[in-house]
């Protein structure tokens, strides 16, 4: 009851659960398990568990956290070489505030900041830009991490700073896309999925059919989805519907801010200053084939890889990390044999404790909600 | 962090650079509008246009009631301040 009654309109909440409640036996015909359906996006996943709305559910339905919160999945290699980085006399080393917590294998920057290394939180990259202009004789490194919804950001940045002719800035590039991901996702075999809920903002840069291959070759259901909890009651219903009728389309819930198309500006942007690696590495996923950017050798003077050697080192998650498993929606955060004790929000282990879309930390803030208490 | 949060544009400070004045939740602070702005739509005209804000710069249009609404939930859902403070902070440092 609490927890529908926060919503924005709860009687709108309960009719949409009506409505899933109605449709969910039929769309689920004919399997032996529940529906899988996978939020991609770390936003829905913290919107899921704010709202309690996993608990909502009718049994046919379970939700599965993707891999999409970009701070959750990077190895622990890059950590320790953004603190190398950090660690350089003459840098200056600007990242988002998420970012500074998360683990290296032998510290995070917020430890490399405490023993000395000068490392700020900004709000934006332009803000790294403002310090790289303050501070001629230091190089100012920005720690570029997200998927297409904060890429454009920083690609202008760096064309601002070419603009400018500003010499002292550089991005250390860790931004992911979220297509080839979700192929992975399709492509592993211990995964059963039968719909996404697809990223409202990162859909917003990208538009609506770069996902048309997940209904042409995979035959699943997608629909982009706003991070209001409405709106992911009604597009979990337009999902089920899909499903009953043996439909398989990319639909978009969030008109109101994505278009078809996307947003050409921004993709524009990405594309003059980025370029696709052959390979990006996940934490807990491995290797991903064209999942990562790397800034283009025409602005090689942005790019921190370039400008620094970098140890560049793969190193494996601490064995009692059950990260991977996580990410992979095969195991439960609270199954993970370290959760809540030697991982917490305050002392995070694995990267999925950090952000508040990560979904141990989302789990652990909100997951302990009886289910006798929200629905009435 | 792929919050966006809504903003009204109040003043274009630079139109060869795109960018403007916004007010995000009382917070008023330099954004790139470059995303938002096409012949259609030139910088100029954009005064007054509500835009959904993330990390600095304006993603894309939205209308005044959806921006209420946003504004209202993310109030209520307390997941807005943090990064109402670091744009705060980032604005003192900066300018
Ligand atoms: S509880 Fe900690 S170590 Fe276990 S999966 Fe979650 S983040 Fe990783």
Redesign the interface.
Known sequence: MKYVD?F?DPEQARKWLEKISALAKLAQAGKDRPLHIMEV???HTHTIF?YGIKQMLPQEIELVHGPGC??CVLPMGRVDDCVALAEHPEVILTT???AMRVPGSQKSLHQAKAEGADVR???????AL??ARKHPDKEVVFFAL??E??M??TA?TVL?AE?EGIGNFSLFCNHITIIPTIKAILDSPDLQLDGFLG?G??S??IGQHPYSFIAKQYKKPLVISG??PLDILQSIWMILSQLKEHRHEIENQYG??VQSEG????LS?IEKVFEVREFFEWRGLGSIEHSGVRVREGYARYDAERKFSIPNLKIADPKSCQCGEVLRGTLKPKDCKVFGTTCKPETPLGALMV???GACAAYYSYGQIDSNQIIS | MCLGIPGKIIEITSTENKLARVDVAGVKRQINIACIVDDDHPPESCVGDWVLVHVGFAMVRINEEEATRTLELLRKMGEMQDEIKAMQKSEEDNS
């Open positions: 926060e924005r996006c770390g936003g704010r970009p701070v988002f505030g998420d939180m900004v709000y934006s990259p332009t803000d403002s310090i997200g998927f919804t904060t454009p950001s202008l601002q603009e990223p903002h990162v917003m840069i991070f209001e109101r801010i947003n050409h500006n921004a942007a952000s508040t879309e």
